[in-house]
């Protein structure tokens, strides 16, 4: 009895003693009593501000292991946590200044984003945290000092603590060691203490577990890479909080698009110019398929809702045609009709959830990088989006500005596609386009373009302080406004500036575009013919309209004020001539008309040009009067002189109106007269002396030749050359008739002959005995007794 009690006594203790202790609150009090835990001095170190480690986590209860990296950044305030499951990857990225964090699987490419509580676990498993976390946690408990202990061969620190967390209903036993001395460990100093092993002992709904964490690998000083606490490029994780907003894009830009293609490995260009205000695009680009071997250039009138497209090389044109829905940059509203997108739109940046992702490097330049998702609508899915900005003290220079935070490349990845098209961005300029790139004059023939000359008199100020580009743009825009054209129909502008006070502008005026598309919007202006345009422009020029333009200086404005308006005719302009010798006709070219009349001149002659094929004609300059002085009344008058002219210009000037350029023929000179002396006696005063006392001129010192007048032709331009040239041959001809050089020729003739004779006589009469083998051709003939 005795022996069966002790064992019944022996067997209700170890059934006591294996049962676990539950408490009222949760506690799994057979794993320690959280409430009844004191602190033994010295407290636990700290952890460095930002650390990489690397933990190796053994699951006594299954043998498991699991492998992480742990990374803390304690300057920007997030942390990832980069796991290794069964094959699995999972990385957990923790923001502790938006209290948020995102938890990332790689083999479905899903994110789900949660709020930050003071521990986050993976799968509830206690040891599936960031070491931050944790050891805040740790620290945050009554921690004792247990004195050291010897760990994989190393004397460390030992502390201790139990905790109970009531979300996870989890008890647990956690202790730390810390090398105590040097522990050879990469990338730590010798001298530093750091995190040797975590064990945890405890039970989760009181189920227990028994998990070691052995570290690996521990550096208090990283060189952070950025990028490895990001989730992968072209992941959206929705709900996530963005820590800054967008960059801002211009309203009007102008860039170049490296788009490469990583599907089909192909690199194409492209060149866009977006003027928002003035609602006109432009792009060029060239397909890389092969099929178009020349480059093409679209330009898009959102004014008038239509489109050009032109060969650059070719300088040829298609046919115009009205823009639709589908078509680039067209956007379209509630209503069905048209409109030019916005600068956002075209970027994907409106109606865009927008989430900033952190910083990377393309292309050797730190960027910071936006993520955003976008519902394309012609292909019903979802699209994902990455800006990339470069960072604030990197500077882009290019156009008129220097700018920081440009856009430097852009992504996209179409619906679930693993790859994006990349268009790396080249000379963003965040300034309006230039008015001289939206260039459409090979669409219209030359019967629908005039060339126009306007002059416009400089006021007040220094136009040379005046940017050219900025003049030419502002004096397009007042002009086109002010004569109620949409923007193109004035193109290829210039500007010529003659000295400070004149300034001529030479552009095209352009027909009217030859359809509108009724569904755009804001309507199309009403459309107006090339020729009541330009009679139009002419009252608004002569109406003299006024300019003010700012200076590059910051001086007082420069002000300019329209005076006239010249429609410049190239039929008027310029002929095509034979190419024939001529010494006394002049191919001349009807001048322009001009405000201000030339004295005409009675002295001199014109030059002797000789009209070449292709070549403009030109009228030679009038000659001046000479100037004479006017002296005093108390000093005899002088004598006036008319100065002999050149040699060349002694015949009088004589205007033609031949219409456009026809040979003109100078009469034959008079006999000139002495220029009359012009004399001054005391007390009167000297009359004044004018250009016009010299009606006369003084004698050539060369003979002028015989000219006659010839009326003005009706067919050819050059009629009448052949005919001045005949008349200069015969004035030029020699005093030897035909019939005496062929009576001197003849003579010649028979001399010859005569010498020749002689010389063979006297050859017979002295070669003498010559031997048969010297003998030659003219020895066999001579023999011959038959001939001679």
């Not at 990845?413 to 961005?425: A, D, H, M, S």
């Not at 050149?646 to 000139?672: E, Y």
Request: hydrophobic share 35%.
């Amino acid at each position: 009895m005795i022996i069966i009690r002790t064992l019944l006594v022996s067997l209700f203790i170890i059934i006591v003693s294996t049962v676990p202790t539950y408490g009222d609150n949760g506690i799994d009090y057979g794993v320690c009593d959280p409430l009844n835990v004191g602190t033994k001095l010295p407290p636990p170190p700290a952890l460095s501000t930002a650390y990489q480690t690397k933990i190796e986590w053994k699951w006594i209860n299954t043998g498991t292991t699991t492998g992480i990296v742990d990374i803390y950044d304690g300057i920007r305030s997030t942390g990832s946590l980069d796991m290794f499951i069964e094959d699995q990857e999972v990385k957990m990225l923790f923001d502790y200044k938006e209290n948020q964090h995102i938890t990332y699987k790689k083999s479905d490419r899903s994110c789900a984003v949660k709020g930050l509580r003071i521990l986050e676990l993976y799968q509830d498993k206690m040891w599936l945290t960031s070491l931050h976390s944790l050891y805040t946690v740790f620290k945050s408990t009554s921690v004792s000092y247990m004195g050291e202990a010897v760990v994989r061969s190393t004397n460390t620190s030992w502390f201790q603590t139990c905790l109970y967390l009531y979300e996870f209903n989890t008890t647990a036993q956690m202790n730390i060691y810390f090398s105590a001395y040097s522990l050879d460990m990469m990338f730590s100093r010798p001298d530093e203490t750091i995190p040797v092993r975590i064990e945890i002992m405890g039970s989760k709904s009181f189920k227990p577990f028994h998990v070691v964490g052995d570290f690996t690998e521990f550096n208090p000083s990283p060189v952070l890479d950025e990028t490895v606490m990001q989730v992968p490029p072209g992941t959206f994780c929705k709900g996530r909080l963005s820590r800054r907003p967008l960059n801002i894009f211009p309203e009007s830009f102008s860039l170049v698009f490296e788009r490469v293609d990583l599907d089909f490995s192909k690199i194409t260009y492209e060149k866009i110019w977006f003027d928002a205000k003035k609602k006109i695009i432009r792009r060029d680009y060239k397909e890389a398929t092969g099929s178009d071997p020349d480059p093409s250039s679209e330009v898009f009138d959102f004014n008038l809702g239509i489109q050009y497209k032109i060969d650059p090389y070719m300088g040829s044109c298609e046919p115009v045609r009205a823009l639709d829905q589908g078509d680039l940059f067209v956007a379209r509203n509630k209503d069905n009709t048209l409109r030019m997108m916005t600068s956002l739109e075209y970027f994907h940046a409106q109606n865009t959830n927008v989430q900033y992702v952190g910083s990377r490097k393309t292309r050797g330049v730190e960027c910071d990088i936006w993520v955003g998702q976008y519902l394309d609508d012609e292909a019903s899915m979802n699209f994902t989006i990455e800006w990339y900005f470069t960072k604030d003290h990197w500077v882009e220079a290019v156009g008129g500005v220097i700018q920081p935070a440009s856009l430097y490349r852009m992504d996209i990845w179409e619906g679930r596609t693993t790859r994006p098209i990349i268009r790396n961005v080249l000379q963003f300029n965040s300034e309006a386009p230039l008015q001289e790139v939206f260039d459409i004059t090979p669409c219209f023939p030359s019967t629908g373009k005039d060339r126009l000359l306007i002059h416009f008199a400089v006021l007040e100020g220094h136009v040379s302080t005046v940017s050219n580009m900025y003049l030419k743009d502002l004096l397009h825009t007042t002009i086109v406004s002010n004569a109620f054209l949409p923007p193109l129909r004035i193109s290829k502008v210039s500007v010529q500036l003659l000295g400070e006070t004149d300034l001529y502008l030479d552009a095209f005026l352009l027909d009217s575009a030859p359809l509108v598309n009724p569904s755009i919007v804001p309507p199309p202006p009403p459309r107006h013919s090339l020729r009541a345009s330009y009679e139009f422009l002419t009252g608004t020029i002569k109406g003299k309209l006024k300019v003010s333009v700012n200076t590059t200086l910051g001086n007082a404005p420069v002000v300019l004020e329209s005076r006239d308006l010249i429609k410049i005719d190239y039929r008027s302009e310029f002929t095509t001539t034979p190419l024939t010798p001529t010494t006394a006709t002049l191919t001349a070219t009807p001048r322009l008309k001009s405000t201000s009349t030339v004295p005409s001149t009675t002295y001199g002659t014109p030059r002797s040009i000789a009209p070449l094929t292709n070549k403009p004609c030109e009228c030679p300059p009038p000659l001046a009067c000479p100037t004479t002085k006017t002296i005093a009344p108390s000093s005899p008058c002088p004598t006036v002189k008319c100065p002999p002219p050149p040699v060349t210009q002694g015949c009088t000037t004589q205007k033609t109106s031949c219409p456009p350029c026809t040979t003109v023929t100078c009469p034959a000179c008079s006999t000139p007269a002495p220029c009359p002396i012009v004399t001054q006696t005391s007390p009167k005063p000297c009359p004044p002396v004018s250009r016009r006392l010299c009606s006369t001129v003084l004698p050539s010192t060369k003979k002028c030749p015989q000219i006659q007048q010839t009326p003005c032709p009706t067919s050819s331009p050059v009629q009448g050359v052949s005919d001045a040239s005949k008349q200069n041959s015969n004035d030029k001809s020699g005093g030897l008739s035909g019939g005496t050089v062929a009576a001197i020729a003849i003579l010649m003739l028979l001399v010859g002959c005569m010498l020749g004779v002689i010389v063979i006589i006297q050859y017979k009469k002295r070669r003498g005995s010559v031997p048969s083998d010297r003998r030659n051709i003219l020895d066999r003939y001579l023999d011959n007794e038959d001939i001679y």
